[in-house]
């Protein structure tokens, strides 16, 4: 008989609130972050490289 091992997710939903209602929904995946606004049928995305690459030359540094 096989060992049994956990399964873990390829990715990781987070429904982001606004006011307690849903504004949309941010997917975390080892290589891209997707977003899909509420009431969309399609995901934005764009590589953890680039979306790195921005908040580097547009975010500001920022303690825990």
Do not use: N
Request: aromatic residues 10%.
């Amino acid at each position: 008989m096989p060992a049994k091992e956990f399964s873990a997710p390829v990715s990781q939903d987070f429904q982001i609130l606004e006011g307690g209602k849903m504004y949309g929904t941010l997917r975390v995946k080892p290589s891209t972050l997707m977003w899909k606004p509420k009431g969309a049928h399609s995901w934005h995305g764009v590589a953890i490289e680039d979306f790195g690459e921005w908040v580097k030359k547009t975010g500001k540094q920022m303690d825990k």
